[in-house]
């Protein structure tokens, strides 16, 4: 963006043109004081597609120096509700040239235009070819008048001086100084580069005897100025000024340099507020900015910055000096944690406050840096100082309160909590806090508690209150089912430890659960969503093929071969698909409390719907063509699916092993479900006492993953009947430890025993502590029962049939599985195989469920007797040709297949 002040108008330029799309947007900022009068917006929009005119609005903002928005009044600007609070847009833009005028009556320190769509699902496809007059910004000596005729409100007494450090940029700027100064001691000039103040002269220059100071140091040095602020201060008269050149943008610059320029001002363009927070640090406040004419192209721009003394500085230097010091040195957490151990009542705190306030928003900055950094509790005490500065600003207390909480200083954060209960007793935003906090601290039941009282004493749910549902339900929901085991993992039951706690009494947590009132508010909430369905369900015509929309999130892992089978037989179906993962990534986390809080408090089903695919028809198409929606996993497109999708469409999900144990179920509208296909029985079963699907009038089927087993089958090598085969290793639930217990064992009676490890290999560098304190023991047992050359580690393949041409048995030994489809290719290969019943699960009727007749163990003993008794060659040879029968006709796809055929069509006849 190019700017410039000229006759009383600012005018804009974009460089170079930029192109227009769908769900984008961008926005540009002028870096000038314009005078009271007109303002004026030029350009020409081109449109390709069949975009209607109104798909696009300008919109204007005008700001004060204090970052507030300009509230005087306008001419040619209108307000709309649509727009947002922040923006006045102007009219509908067309296509073909254009020209806006605004007429500002005040002075304003910026002025931010931004062109969106307003209609983000319009198949047009806009570009901005030109925007703006000439010229484009003021030549380098008007620019250079311009600000320094700023800096005075009229000229300076006779008897000041004026110092330039480093060179003048024209001769012009000579001119403009010997106009506003006296001849005697008019100039003092200095070449380019300036490392130090002690290089201007020796001696130093005087004291306090500058009106105005210059400074246009060489490109790579152009923070100088601003590091050396405070000697410059000390050079100024009373009311002296100081005209900064600085860069306009860090573009074409290295990175060091870069990353300097964006650490001091946070942004690669600096608008006036970014320009505004890079100062705060320096004695000096900003009067005005002007940039200078130049092209991003063609080379870096520069503007320059008029400034004054900041007059609260000197004040709280007097008052807190080390503290100024702190802050001056960019030591941000110490000068927080001095703010909070200082009496804040005290004279001194109140005498350096005028000087804090302004630095929130770089303590804000510092906190979001510091964040980004996985520095949390450093970020928790920049928030907590904010509010220190501020203790009347509702925002910063509750941000305070939920920054200790994230990073885990709960002590702190309660005494927050508990003052912002008393000093702003009112407040809404204060008591979620609390609740958040209580729900993190070990008091869950009293987080839920108190969000009852809040829902139940407001008339209108607020979305900062589904907000907070949302938070607390799912920590509630994984307090239910950590079982009493402390652990900060995401998905408890995946651990085996608390797998085990759980299952000794799984009726007694699921019931901590359900007992909640907003458990049974979902639970009213799906009653009521099955009586609407069948009220809405309409008869699916029979002369056509059933149409099926499938839509997972991101993982088609399981649905390739579903969908192979669609496209290459006669099945009696029509398949589209879509990943909801697309829809997703575009949500910000506003739109959580969509998938945790109940519906029925705040929100409307129909409302949701129509937000949710309004940017992006894709789906609304999609689910308006077809008769049933076969949702691959129950995970939060599960759960938005079973909650909003049209009451007239049919839902399947299909659910995985993985989300049984997870929280997700919990929050699925069993109501907007017709049908579930389980991929075991023992996942069935525990998902039933888990999350309750009696009572919601759904059926229910278990179907392993489609598989095409028939070319699996390969003759066996000579070495495969001493050769076990694990499929999938590098992680806990895998437990490969054990399948080398197994393996020592048998090598103790004949060392030509072997163990091959398939699959993706340990990254040791991205492993969590736990993950990486079980690899070392692998290998430490490996080690110890020397086994370094039994056990081959094998590259990750998709040929597993050709892979375990050279090993008789395949072994599962995991904590938990659904199906494990490494054991049943394998045994299609012709493997037999040593299944441990896996314990996380094995309550609930695995593995015999879904490998009904196959001998299983729990100890090493019992798996190598298993081992043992198929191992020699007669009987290896016939439980060989057993296991690859058994494959086939259990999982092969086409004996799986006609029964998934078979449960799509009792769904869609309901």
Known sequence: MKASTQAGAVSFVIEPPVGISRASSWSYSCRCIPDNGLLAITGHIDVQGAGEPSDLVLKVRLKLASGEDFKGETEGLSFSEKAGPYFYPLKFMKRGAFRREIKVGGPVDSVEVELILWRTGTPAQYSLTRFGVEPASLPDESTFRWAAEHLFPSPPPAATKALVIGALRSESQAAALAELFPPAGRLWNKTSRVDRIEQLSSPLPGTGEYALITAAPAQDEWDWPLLNSGALNDLLVEGGRVLIAMPLTVTGQNEAWEKRFIERFGSERPGFNDLQHGLALTPFRLLAAAPVAGSVDKGPRYMWLALARNEAFPAARRAMPELTDMILAGEWVRAAETIEETDRSSPEFLAASAWLRPLISNLAANSVRLEKAGEQEAAAMLRLAMHRVEPTVERYAYEAMAHLRVAGKFELARKIVAEGRQSMPDSLAVRLQDALLRAADGEPDRAIEMLWQEAQGLAVITPSLRRT????????????????????????????????????DPERFAARWHATPFAQKLQEDAKARRAARKAAAPAVPVDRPIRMLVLTSDNWQFLVNLLDRVETHDTGFEVRTFDFAFLEQHWSKDHLHELFAPVSMGLKQEKVWKRATADDTTLRELVDWCDVVLCEWAGTHAIWMSRYLPANKRLIV???????????????????????????????????????LGGHDLATTVLPNFIPLENFARPKGPQASRTLGMVGYANLNKHPLMAAEILAALRKDDPQWKLRLYGHAWSPETLNETERAYYDRFWAFVREAKLETAIEVMPYTTDVATALQDVGFIVSCSWREGTHEAVLEGMATGCVPVLRRWPMVKQYGAPESGYPGIPCFDTVDEAVAIVKASAEPETFAKASRDAAAYAMARFDIEAVFPKFQDFIRQIVSR
């Open 654 to 692: 299909r659910l995985h092993s993985f989300e049984a144990f997870s929280q997700w179920p919990f929050f699925i509208d069993f109501g907007g479900i017709d049908g579930m296909i389980f991929v075991a029985d023992h996942i069935r079963r525990f998902t039933d006492l888990q999350y309750r």
């Open 469 to 504: 549902m949302a938070v607390i339900l799912r920590t509630y929901a994984q307090e239910c089912q950590r079982a009493g085991i402390e652990t900060r993992h995401p998905q408890p039951l995946l651990l085996p430890e608390v797998a085990d706690a759980y299952n000794s």
